[in-house]
């Protein structure tokens, strides 16, 4: 069900690493196997569910191996938003939005670190985006309107959508599925997320991260992307690894994230986070900026984010699952919206 071997080359095996003297946790980050959870055996699935509540109080964070997602879906996805981002400058900007838009983000326009105060827009993410919603009407038309929007397709690269399709539809699957694990897991019922993420706007980021050969150096405190945590109920991160590295932050330290061939990154956002009564963990993380040590490398993260209805309330849920439960009420659409400002540069 758990396995944390692999993990020692990019993670220290010890669970206190000792730097200079000082000792600092690492996250727990484990390796959950799906294959496990779908064996169907009730007291099997149990014990899954205990290793996601796990890992989701102390780190925020899992990994997971037999997902069940083709590997050639990103594969092809990635070589057709590749085409995409080497197209001109004059030619993607016919498809530019805006942070939490639907289309192409071009470099310089969003600034996602995040611990409370709004982001520095001097020191901006080094990346550029595209972003792709989910093909959906809820029935009410103001939410219609601004949550659900036609997606943005380059004519120049028509396998975009044909790709981007693909990947979205198999990853709903999957998040459902992980959606039932966090029910059992907190003993509400395995579809209780379900019903109050069915109309959530189920985002799809496609990040580049240039090479430092594009970008020139960082400036002082920038990054591919800055420490931030995420917004909603959690993300789906297929990413590539590099110098210009993903990294965790436990107990003030940063450390680099393991990374498994094949498995897929699981974290928990602040809307979760409050629903949950502070019970799971929305974990700051971030990405390295380009490094001298690899001055042509250039990474895609396919980054799906799991989404609640927008029009969903969230309170935190009560004692014995709640640690927090003093914590006012949200709506998550509204949540989202001040995030998405917050992070845009103009």
């Known amino acids: 069900m758990r396995h944390d071997h692999g993990l020692d080359s990019v993670v220290d095996a010890d669970p206190h ?89 071009p470099s310089g326009k969003e600034a996602n670190s995040f611990d409370g105060e709004d982001p520095d827009a001097s020191r901006p993410d080094m990346k550029e985006s595209y972003t792709i919603g989910r093909n959906h009407l809820s029935g009410n038309a103001d ?78 405190g920038q990054f591919r992307v800055g420490p931030h945590t995420d917004w909603s109920i959690f993300t789906l991160l297929d990413r590539q690894v590099g110098y210009g590295g993903f990294q965790v932050e436990s107990d003030g330290e940063w450390f680099d994230a393991p990374f498994v061939e094949g498995t897929l990154v699981v974290n928990i956002g602040d809307l979760m986070a409050r629903w949950t009564g502070d019970r799971w963990c929305s974990t700051r993380h971030r990405v390295l900026p380009p490094q001298k040590e690899a001055p042509k490398e250039e990474l895609i993260s396919l980054i799906q984010f799991c989404d609640a209805n927008v029009d969903a309330v969230i309170e935190p849920m009560p004692a014995p699952i709640g640690k927090n439960t003093g914590l006012p009420s949200i709506q998550a659409g509204e949540y989202l919206r001040r995030r998405a400002m917050a992070a845009s540069v103009n």
């Open 17 to 105: 690493h000792h730097t200079s003297g000082v000792t600092m946790s690492t996250p727990h980050i484990p390796i959950i196997d799906l294959d496990t959870w779908r064996s169907g055996d009730p007291t099997t699935q149990k014990a899954v569910a205990r290793e996601l509540d796990y890992a989701m109080q102390e780190s925020g964070f899992l990994m997971l191996a037999n997902h069940g997602v083709p590997p050639e879906l990103g594969a092809d996805l990635r070589t057709a938003a590749k085409e995409f981002f080497s197209l001109p400058f004059e030619v993607k900007a016919k498809y530019e939005t805006t942070v939490g838009g639907r289309g192409w983000l």
């Open 143 to 220: 939410i219609d309107d601004y949550w659900f929007q036609p997606n943005v397709w380059p004519t120049e690269v028509p396998e975009l959508e044909l790709h981007a399709v693909r990947y979205m539809d198999v990853m709903y699957g999957l998040y459902d599925e992980l959606l039932r694990i966090c029910g059992e897991a907190l003993d509400l019922g395995r579809e209780w997320f379900i019903d109050r993420t069915s109309n959530g706007s189920r985002t799809l980021n496609i990040n580049r991260y240039p090479a430092l050969e594009e970008t020139g150096d960082p400036q002082d």
